[in-house]
Each structure stands twice: as C-alpha cells, then as structure tokens.
C-alpha cells in the first residue's frame, strides 16, 4: 500500500512538472516572445568554462544571462574563480535552480528571479564576462550594455551586425529554434572596443 502511494506521489509530481513546462514554453514562445528554457548540454559548459580559464582567468564577476534552472551557472562557479549571478526571469525555472542551489551548498553561484536585463541596468557593478544562451532577440539585445558588460560569450547566437573577436567551433551537436538550426558555438565579443 505505502509503495502504490509513493508511486501515485512520484506520478503526480511528474506530471505536474510536465504541465508547468509546456505552460512555460507556450508563454515564452508565443507571449513573451523570448527563448524557453532548452538547457546548454555537456559540450557547450565545457568550451564555457575552458573559454574562461584560458582568456579570462581574473574574471571575478561572471553573470548568466537567462540561467535557466542554473546548471551553467553553477558549473562555472565549480570550475572558475568566478562568482557568479545566474539570472531568470520565469518564476518556475528560477524556483528550481534556487533550490538546486540550496541542495548543492553553493556559495560562489546565486540566482536570482528578475528580468536580466532590468537587473544589468540597474546594477551597480560592471561585469568581467557575461555568458548568454537566448536566441538571437535576445542576444542582440545585450549590445545595448555593452557599458556594463566587458566580454560576452555567447553560446550558439551571434550578435546581428557585430563581428565576434572568436568563434570556436564545437563541430558536435546543436539547437533548433524558430525551426532554424544552430550548431554548437561559442561567438565571444570584447563590448570594451565599443566605448568610447
Ligand atoms: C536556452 S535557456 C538557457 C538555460 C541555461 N542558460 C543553460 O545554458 O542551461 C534560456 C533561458 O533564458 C531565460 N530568459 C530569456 N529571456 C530572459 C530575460 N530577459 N531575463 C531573464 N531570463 C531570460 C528563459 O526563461 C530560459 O530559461
């Protein structure tokens, strides 16, 4: 009888989860109008991190711009000497990475459920490197602070019109959006030769 219970439990939360997800991904897609939630797989965190480590090793505030349940965020905090604010704007997913914060006792990774780009304007603080994975709209939009933002690593989504100091070719795996393909890349912008 406990087990059929658990069973009933564990099926009911499935679900629930399940229905929250297609809720999330209609309002993003069709009402927000901004990338849902498709977490960066193996190969992408790995050329992140790598990228970081190599080129920008001092780098002590790191920001995730649309983190998602976090796992970016918190896989570069494990493997860099950055700090680092994960940034979602849904309610659920930002929920979820916060108690996978909590669970995995981090201290160098945080997230936060706002807008990234109010929380960019708003801050105070400039950031050493922004890492992005948000669909080309949202990507472009992140030339708009360049002020704030020193480099930006963007995964899979170039920004319109701006010549990347490197693309690094991961020549496995890939995302579909707006039934588009975009093979795993990583465009890295230096936005400090934008100022003036
Ligand atoms: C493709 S997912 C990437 C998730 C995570 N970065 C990863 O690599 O696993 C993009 C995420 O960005 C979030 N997002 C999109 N626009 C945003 C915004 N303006 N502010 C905060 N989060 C945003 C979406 O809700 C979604 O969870």
Redesign the pocket.
């Known amino acids: 009888m406990f087990w059929a219970y658990l069973l009933f439990v564990l099926f009911l939360i499935f679900y629930f989860f399940y229905f929250v997800k297609i809720f999330e991904h209609l309002y ?1 897609s069709f009402i927000r109008r ?7 797989d193996k190969i992408l965190r790995g050329a992140v991190v790598h990228e970081i480590n190599s080129c920008y090793k001092n780098a002590s505030r790191v920001i ?5 349940f976090g ?2 965020a918190r896989y570069i905090a494990r493997n860099t000497n950055a700090n680092v604010v994960a ?4 309610i659920f ?1 930002a929920s979820v990475s916060k108690f996978l914060d909590f669970i995995t006792f981090q201290k160098k990774s945080k997230t936060v459920w706002q ?3 109010k929380y960019i304007e708003n801050s105070n603080h400039k950031f050493d490197v922004a890492v992005a ?2 669909g080309p709209d ?1 990507t472009a939009r992140l030339i708009d602070y360049a002020d704030k933002i020193d480099v930006l690593i963007s ?1 899979n989504f170039q920004v319109d019109n701006l010549k990347p100091i490197k693309v690094i070719d991961l020549k496995s795996g890939c995302v579909y959006y707006n039934r588009k393909k975009y093979p795993n890349k990583l465009f890295v912008y230096d936005f400090r030769k934008l100022r003036k």
């Open positions: 993003c901004q990338v849902p939630f498709v977490p960066s995730e711009v649309g983190s998602g796992g970016l940034l979602e704007n849904m997913s807008d990234a780009f994975y948000l949202g995964l």
